[in-house]
Each structure stands twice: as structure tokens, then as C-alpha cells.
């Protein structure tokens, strides 16, 4: 029973640490002005982070904003409401549904590519070697990354939107033949952009500071073997998608849920 | 050893987890020489190149650079120590977004603020004195073990420190590049009168560069001296490492319960 209250006990300190240590690398990456190089290389991970995810991510906005619009007609037709579809993809996108499937396709995609490559500079002794040349790695290799992160998940969050409401207006209006003034019409007058657009992008950013900050963290804190390596990049995107799911329960409570 | 040596090293203990790997280790690295530190594998000594280079912390003791405190430094003066120093690592550690002459301007480019043509000057002579000058375009993974490491050395040497650590220069290295190597230590050590100290447990390569020899085992020094003085040395565990005798006082096994026994005891276990 004592040896349980121990491990238990252990455990907690560990997860205290694990917390502490990311919290410190966080703010030492973060922090400080970027010199003209550090502005080419964030330029650099924008493109490996954010330009080489734009495509997986349209994609998946195109169709979800698809199916949002089918599902929603067939069931606002029932009650005459299909005038209010560009209503429910918009909002459904905007509050909900972009940050958070855009966040889970980016750690899927960027995050664990975050992890692995981080995590071979490790185990190939780049870091430690960048160490001794006398230029600390957090501020060469992380911090780029980092901001990469920060910046590029808000735009993605932005295209998905946007091709989302598109591909509703598609199905939508095209196809089942819903009238194009009172799609984009009651979309307009429903849509409140400091309140849907504005959260949603908060939220967005929560996301991606919680993502990207897993991501390479992981990576620089991992064992440097294949194992370690495999294991952290599967923990970045395990962990990164229960953070975005349970956050942005508690973000909607407090922004939509009348709690604030 | 004239003048006061360039790294000295005082009652450094260090473990890592439950294994003590150091329990008093003293060292007195001679300014402008080569010095070895040997040693049989899993005795520390690349443990002890990154507490010398403060990339770890001992637990007890101090390692001093030209009189500098080397774990007593801020963040920042450690970072301006390290621009004094190479560090060779036993697996080249070259970036590999780089190509081979980007990873030699690397400690200029974040270093100084030289002209790109005076970089790429230093850089080509820095190439030309491992004889890679040619290979300049290609990208790590295209290098053979070889010469990603005289890359690495080049690159080690690029900011022309005072101190270089070499982690294992031989390891792994055919015949050709390991005399290729060899010649390169000790000629880069006259030529720009560095320090160096090189790991190793190759003990022919390493004897005939060094002018100094450390033998640490059991987290200690177990003798020091010149190379002529440890090949003659009488002390059974220095004899048995010089030589290279497969057993003695550090036993070939690993250790077990008895043989005899281990054979004969029955059950379904291992």
C-alpha cells in the first residue's frame, strides 16, 4: 500500500519535472529578438511546416465543409429550413470544426515530422556538436520551428475555413439547389466576426502553441535511439490530439457556453 | 610541460543514475601538446570529454580552462568558452541540411562577421588541409565514415581554436583513413600549436601521436605518463590494457553466478 503511495507519489514529481523542464525550454526557445538570419530560417520551417500542410489540409476542408452542408440539408429540409444552411456550415466551421481538425491534421502532419526530424539531430549528435561549435540549439533549430508553428496553424485554420464554406456552398446551392442569396445571405447575417471568426482564430492559436510546443519538445527531450525516436513521435501526436480535444472543450465553455 | 597546463581537471565525481562513473578523477592536460586519455570501452571516457567541454556537471569537483571555472560559467561565457574549443565527434555530427562547405562556414557564419569571400577562403584552406577541397559540394550522406570525419575535424578547426577534444577519432576507420587521420592530428597540432586531448582505446594509433597519456578505469586514473613510460609500466591492469591481453585483472567475463552451476541448474528459467 505505502510502495503504491510511493510510485503514485513518484510519479506526480515526474510529470511535476517533465512539466518544469518544458516550461523552461519553452521560454528560453521563445524568447529574444530574431536576428536576419533567424528570419531566414523561421522562413524556412514556414514553408516545411505550413506550406507542405497546405494541401492535406484544403483537402480535408473541402470535404468536411461537404458533408456538413449534405448532412445539414437532409435534415433542415425536414423542418423547411434549408434557407439557414450556409447559417450552420459557416458557423460549424468557423467556431468549431476548423481549428480543431485543421489542429489534429497538423499534428499529424507537421508535429510528428517536428518530433522525428528533432529528434535525429539528437541521436546523431547535430545538437550536442551545434553545443559545442558555441550556438545554443534552442535558439538555432527550436525556435524557428516553434514560430513556424505558432504562425502558420492560425492561416491553415483560415484556408480550411474557407474551402470548407466553399465545398458547403458546392453541395449545397449547386447540387441539392438550395437558393445562393439565402446561403450566403443568412451566413452574413448570422456570422458574427469578432464573436465566430475571432474566437474560432483564438482558438486556433491555442492550438497551435499547445501542438507545436508538444511536438518539440518531444523531439528535444526524447531517448536518443530509433525506439525513442518512434515512441516520442507517436507520443506528439497521442498527446497533441487529447490536448486539442480537451481544450477546446474548455475554450467553447468559457467563449460560447456563457460561462465568461 | 613547462608552463601551467591549458585544462586541469580536480576530484571530479560524477554518476549517472545509481553507477558512479567517476569517483575522483585528477588530470593536468599540458598546454600545446597531445594528450590521450585511454581506457577500456564503458569507462567513462566520453562521459568525461562533455564534462571537460560543460556539457554535463560533475557532482563533485571542478575542471578549470585556461582558468576559467568551466561549470561555474553563465550560460552565455560558457557559450564564448566553447568558440575556444573544437570538438571532434566520434560520429562526425555534421548537419545534414548542409552541404559539406556550408557545415566548415557554419562557426564562421554565426561567429564573425567576415566578408563571404574571405569565408569561403578560410573554408577552402580549411578543406585543403584534410584533402577535401574537392568534395565541397557534396552533402553529408554522400560521404564515406571517413571523410565525414575529417569534414567534421575541418569544420572543428574552422574558428582555429586553442583546445580540440577528439571522441574516438579511429573508431571504425580502414586502414588508409585511420593513418589519414592520425598524420592529421598531429599535424594540425604542430602546425597551429592546439591542445588536444583525444579518446580513444586504439592504443598503437594513439600512443605514437600522444606525449601524454591518461589510462582511466573504475572511475579513476589508474597511471598516467609518457607513452615509453606505460609501455614498460609493471602495474598488471596497465600491462594487460597496453598490451591488449584479452584477460587479467579486467576479466573478460561479465559477471555471473558460477559456471558449473549455472549449467547444471534445472527449471524452465533463464
Known amino acids: 500500500?505505502?510502495?503504491?503511495?510511493?510510485?503514485?507519489?513518484?510519479?506526480?514529481?515526474d510529470l511535476l519535472e517533465a512539466l518544469g523542464r518544458a516550461g523552461i525550454f519553452v521560454g528560453q526557445s521563445a524568447v529574444g529578438v530574431p536576428s536576419r538570419e533567424g528570419w531566414a530560417l523561421w522562413l524556412r520551417q514556414m514553408h516545411f511546416v505550413g506550406v507542405l500542410s497546405l494541401a492535406i489540409v484544403l483537402v480535408s476542408?473541402?470535404?468536411?465543409?461537404?458533408?456538413?452542408?449534405?448532412?445539414?440539408?437532409?435534415?433542415?429540409v425536414d423542418f423547411g429550413a434549408e434557407q439557414a444552411l450556409g447559417q450552420m456550415v459557416a458557423l460549424s466551421l468557423l467556431r468549431e470544426l476548423a481549428p480543431v481538425v485543421a489542429a489534429l491534421l497538423f499534428a499529424g502532419r507537421a508535429g510528428s515530422a517536428l518530433t522525428a526530424e528533432i529528434g535525429l539531430m539528437k541521436a546523431t549528435e547535430q545538437l550536442t556538436s551545434m553545443e559545442m561549435i558555441g550556438v545554443d540549439p534552442l535558439r538555432r533549430v527550436v525556435a524557428p520551428r516553434l514560430w513556424a508553428g505558432f504562425v502558420s496553424l492560425p492561416l491553415l485554420t483560415i484556408g480550411f475555413s474557407v474551402v470548407g464554406i466553399y465545398g458547403g456552398y458546392l453541395v449545397g446551392v449547386e447540387w441539392l439547389g438550395v437558393f445562393e442569396g439565402?446561403?450566403?445571405?443568412?451566413?452574413?447575417?448570422?456570422?458574427?466576426?469578432?464573436?465566430?471568426v475571432g474566437n474560432g482564430m483564438v482558438k486556433s492559436l491555442v492550438f497551435a502553441v499547445v501542438v507545436t510546443w508538444i511536438a518539440v519538445f518531444q523531439g528535444y527531450d526524447l531517448v536518443p535511439t530509433s525506439e525513442g525516436i518512434s515512441?516520442?513521435?507517436?507520443?506528439?501526436?497521442?498527446?497533441?490530439?487529447?490536448?486539442?480535444?480537451?481544450?477546446?472543450?474548455?475554450?467553447?465553455?468559457?467563449?460560447?457556453?456563457?460561462?465568461? | 610541460m613547462s608552463d601551467t597546463p591549458f585544462v586541469v581537471v580536480e576530484g571530479l565525481h560524477f554518476s549517472r543514475g545509481d553507477t558512479e562513473i567517476f569517483r575522483g578523477v585528477d588530470m593536468r592536460i599540458p598546454r600545446g601538446r597531445i594528450t590521450a586519455i585511454m581506457g577500456p570501452s564503458g569507462t567513462g571516457k566520453t562521459t568525461l570529454l562533455k564534462l571537460i567541454g560543460g556539457q554535463l556537471s560533475p557532482d563533485a569537483g571542478r575542471v578549470t580552462i585556461d582558468g576559467e571555472e568551466v561549470h561555474r560559467l553563465s550560460r552565455k561565457a560558457l557559450f564564448a568558452l566553447r568558440r575556444r574549443m573544437g570538438m571532434l565527434f566520434q560520429s562526425g555530427a555534421l548537419f545534414s541540411d548542409l552541404s559539406v562547405f556550408e557545415n566548415v562556414a557554419f562557426p564562421l557564419r554565426v561567429h564573425t562577421d567576415l566578408p563571404d569571400a574571405m569565408v569561403r577562403d578560410l573554408v577552402l584552406?580549411?578543406?585543403?588541409?584534410?584533402?577535401?577541397?574537392?568534395?565541397?559540394?557534396?552533402?553529408?550522406?554522400?560521404?564515406?565514415?571517413?571523410?565525414?570525419?575529417?569534414?567534421?575535424?575541418?569544420?572543428?578547426?574552422?574558428?582555429d581554436p586553442e583546445l580540440i577534444l577528439y571522441d574516438e577519432p579511429f573508431v571504425g576507420q580502414d586502414p588508409i583513413s585511420m593513418g589519414v587521420l592520425v598524420q592529421l592530428i598531429k599535424r594540425l597540432n604542430q602546425a597551429l600549436g592546439l591542445t588536444s586531448i583525444v579518446v580513444s582505446h586504439d592504443i598503437k594509433e594513439t600512443l605514437t601521436i600522444a606525449d601524454y597519456v591518461y589510462v582511466i578505469a573504475?572511475?579513476?586514473?589508474?597511471?598516467?605518463?609518457?607513452?615509453?613510460?606505460l609501455d614498460v609500466d609493471q602495474d598488471p591492469r596497465v600491462s594487460q590494457f597496453v598490451h591488449g591481453e584479452p584477460d587479467g585483472p579486467v576479466?573478460?567475463?561479465?559477471?555471473?553466478?558460477?559456471?558449473?552451476?549455472?549449467?547444471?541448474?534445472?527449471?524452465?528459467?533463464r
Open chain 2, 251 to 269: 576479466p573478460f567475463h561479465y559477471p555471473a553466478v558460477d559456471y558449473f552451476k549455472d549449467i547444471l541448474s534445472a527449471g524452465g528459467g
Open chain 1, 61 to 76: 476542408g473541402l470535404f468536411i465543409g461537404m458533408v456538413l452542408s449534405l448532412q445539414g440539408y437532409t435534415i433542415l
Open chain 1, 231 to 260: 515512441r516520442a513521435t507517436t507520443r506528439t501526436v497521442v498527446y497533441s490530439s487529447l490536448a486539442v480535444l480537451g481544450l477546446d472543450f474548455v475554450l467553447t465553455a468559457v467563449m460560447f457556453g456563457g460561462l465568461s
Open chain 1, 1 to 13: 500500500m505505502i510502495a503504491r503511495v510511493m510510485r503514485l507519489g513518484r510519479r506526480g514529481c
Open chain 2, 218 to 229: 573504475d572511475g579513476q586514473v589508474m597511471a598516467h605518463g609518457t607513452p615509453e613510460s
Open chain 1, 182 to 196: 439565402s446561403y450566403w445571405g443568412n451566413m452574413q447575417a448570422s456570422v458574427a466576426f469578432i464573436g465566430d
Open chain 2, 125 to 159: 584552406m580549411k578543406l585543403e588541409a584534410v584533402g577535401l577541397r574537392g568534395a565541397r559540394e557534396l552533402m553529408p550522406a554522400e560521404l564515406s565514415g571517413g571523410m565525414a570525419r575529417r569534414v567534421a575535424l575541418a569544420r572543428a578547426i574552422a574558428l
